[in-house]
């Protein structure tokens, strides 16, 4: 038919058909799936039949599936009643919640690698962001995407649906992308926006990115276009303190951890290992290893409960976990807390959820940063006995006590070559003279101070011959003033009737300062004015630091220190201030030496006899430990648990420079005075009454 036989036969031209066809209702609801919050609801019962927004843990039992392929131990559909501990390292991670960064210190082999798979999947399905997955090594990245992300993202239908290819170390997505890296490779060091960064095995990351700092705080940079939505999710099992996983998760301003309800007394408390897994013991088994045969053979350990004493038996264990919840630390926690947590829940989410234990109870906080300690005793695959079986095989053996305490409990170990503990002090406060008294052997009274932020914490220490001393008081104060008068301008009696009073020599202060708070300075300008005031008695005290050796235990130095906020000044305007420097590992050794010391050593460290729990406890705060790898390892001192108290020790410390400054051991004593005094007054007495002869005279 010609062409124009066709024109005719299909009518007139119909006029703007096509604005029409770009109007029509379909364009319409292309464009509006854009824009709409309601995108795609052709009516309204649309909206009643939208898919409910799950929570993590919830997105994984419903389409996570282990495959027996990827060498899952246990494959089939993901249950979370199998490991109810990830509930509430998954859920934290929600899309919309309030922590930006985590930090999970765990025991090995817990499944929390597979939790962190649960969280990918959940974030990428629900609302698909740019993301990275940090391994330690190239080989364990690659050996990951193979083995665990490819499958994850080609055998899940709920995430095959945004795949699009995988290639070299880059899973492509429909509207994203997910790269895998590690430590120093080119995709950890690209300078682009992440909004998802998850860190496996972070201990076995390199301290340094080639000639940049530690990978940790470089990943988080890469967060920041993204902030309000970003997550860091740090995972590792521990080694030391200085370990990637545990700097990260003592930086963290709030802390939880997992606690566990006893069966019969229904209350909750941590799941700790040294405290709790126990066993009644066996006669005539003495050897480590025949313990642990006899313990794992007969099931014989037993967690106890710290308040009704009761006994969890091995089978009991996994019930007891299911009731598991986590808990900040400091806190306590009930069953109310936990209902009242749930329903809190289901008030912003708006719906019913079933699972009431495992996740965190917040009590309305809600931290940007979070710290968790996960234990080894949550494993389903660990029971007590072979927990406390494993111990027993790892005595005496420090390569393996390390493993047992990294791999099987989640802490961090040790090499402790000193460490003080509270029981070094009962036999001492027991012995000890009374409070506000010095000993007739003492030859010096001298007064130390830690300087705090709004506060000073002193002791007053009496020093004899051969380094004995003896505390005579300790306190805290909030001013200079009161410092003073607490300290030099206190007078103590001598614990000799008739004897009198003295007073302290000195005064030996902190000047590193603690921060003031509100400005980006210290208070050592504030301690050089207190020593300024009273130069003779009171020496401003700082501790060697730096990258080489001290020469000598102290020394005594004077510098020209310009105060702050007075810039560049002339050297004759500068304030000349002289102070003590002391080597404090050096003064630590020595103090944690005389604290072990008896009542019959000559140099003997004595306490008075009121206990102060403070100050005891502070006083065992510090050990000693072998840190570093290969040729940088070297012994120091620091505190058993980021963050402790310690102010106490640093004036005792101050307190064994401060006798040896002095000479102390060589001045002579209050007695040999006394006795010297008495003597001479007794001679004097005698010689007024002689008659004066040429003898007397020429003596």
């Known amino acids: 038919m010609p062409r124009d036989a066709k024109r005719q036969n299909a009518g007139p031209k119909q006029k703007g058909r096509r604005s029409n066809k770009k109007n029509s209702p379909r364009r319409n609801r292309r464009r509006n799936w854009i824009t709409s919050p309601t995108a795609g609801w052709n009516t309204v019962s649309d909206a009643w039949t939208r898919e409910e927004i799950l929570l993590p843990s919830e997105h994984a039992e419903r389409y996570r599936v282990l ?313 389903p695959w660990r029971s007590y006995s072979r927990f406390l079986a494993e111990m027993y095989k790892s005595l005496g053996d420090p390569g393996k006590m390390q493993n047992f305490r990294n791999s099987w409990i989640g802490e961090d170990y040790e090499y402790t070559a000193a460490t003080i503990t509270e029981s070094h002090f009962t036999e001492k406060v027991k012995d000890g003279g009374d409070r506000f008294k010095v000993p007739y052997w003492a030859s010096c009274i001298v007064a130390t101070a830690d300087t705090q932020q709004t506060h000073f914490f002193y002791t007053i220490r009496a020093h004899g011959p051969a380094g004995r001393s003896q505390l005579v008081d300790e306190g805290m104060v909030d001013s200079f003033d009161e410092l003073r008068r607490r300290t030099l301008d206190s007078e103590f009696i001598v614990d000799r009737e008739g004897w009198g009073t003295v007073m302290p020599v000195k005064l030996f202060i902190d000047a590193g300062g603690g921060a003031i708070k509100g400005e980006n300075t210290t208070r050592t300008w504030e301690v050089y004015q207190f020593a300024l005031s009273d130069p003779d008695r009171i020496i401003p005290v700082r501790g060697h630091g730096g990258a080489y050796e001290m020469e000598g235990s102290l020394q005594i130095r004077t510098i020209d220190y310009t105060p702050p906020g007075q810039g560049d000044v002339f050297e004759e305007e500068k304030v000349k201030i002289t102070y003590l420097r002391i080597n404090t590992g050096v003064y630590k050794d020595l103090l944690s030496s005389r604290i072990q010391k008896t009542e019959e050593d000559d140099d003997y460290w004595g306490l008075h006899n009121e206990k102060d729990r403070d100050y005891l406890a502070q006083m065992a705060s510090e050990h000693k430990v072998l840190e570093g790898q290969g040729k940088n390892q070297k012994f120091i001192w620091k505190t058993k648990t980021s963050g402790a108290a310690n102010h106490y020790w640093d004036c005792e410390v101050y307190q064994i420079a401060g006798a040896e400054y002095l000479r102390a051991s060589s001045l002579p004593t209050i007695e040999g005075i006394m006795i010297a005094t008495q003597e001479n007054d007794h001679f004097m007495n005698q010689t007024r009454n002689k008659p004066k002869t040429e003898e007397r005279r020429r003596w």
Not at 174 to 184: E, R
Not at 256 to 278: A, L, M, R, S, T
Request: proline letters at 6%; hydrophobic letters at 30%.
């Open 67 to 379: 495959r027996e392929e990827d060498q899952c131990s246990e494959p089939g559909p993901w249950n979370n009643d199998r490991t109810p501990y990830l509930v509430g390292l998954m859920d934290v991670c929600e899309i919309g919640g309030w922590v930006r960064k985590i930090a999970v210190k765990k025991a090995a082999r817990m499944g929390v690698s597979e939790g962190t798979r649960n969280i990918i999947s959940y974030r990428e399905d629900t609302r698909p962001g740019p993301a990275m997955i940090v391994n330690a090594t190239r080989e364990k990245t690659e050996e990951v995407l193979d083995r665990q992300y490819r499958p994850l993202f080609e055998f899940t239908p709920r995430l095959t649906r945004h795949l699009r290819k995988v290639t070299g170390h880059t899973i492509k997505l429909n509207k994203t992308v997910i790269d895998l890296g590690w430590p120093n490779s080119p995709i950890t060091m690209a300078d682009r926006s992440i909004r998802d960064i998850y860190g496996d095995e972070t201990n076995k990351w390199p301290r340094f990115a080639k000639q940049e700092a530690s990978p940790a705080p470089l990943l988080e940079v890469r967060l920041d276009t993204y902030y309000d939505q970003s997550l860091l999710f740090l995972l590792s099992s521990p080694t030391h303190s200085s370990g990637t996983i545990s700097i990260e998760y003592d930086g963290a301003p709030e802390k939880v951890h997992g606690e566990v309800p006893c069966p019969k007394c229904k209350k909750y408390q941590p799941y700790d290992f040294w405290n709790g897994v126990k066993w009644d013991g066996i006669d005539g088994v003495e050897d480590n290893r025949q313990k642990a045969a006899r313990i794992q053979e007969g099931g014989l350990a037993y967690y106890k409960c710290r308040y009704c004493d009761s006994k969890w038996n091995d089978a009991e264990k996994d019930e007891i976990g299911l009731k598991m919840v986590y808990v900040f630390d400091g806190d306590r926690v009930s069953e109310e807390d936990i209902k009242q947590e749930h329903k809190d829940l289901e008030e912003r989410l708006g719906r019913k959820v079933d699972r009431k234990y495992n996740r965190i109870i917040w009590k309305g906080r809600r931290p940007s940063y979070l710290g968790v300690q996960l234990s080894g005793l949550f494993s």
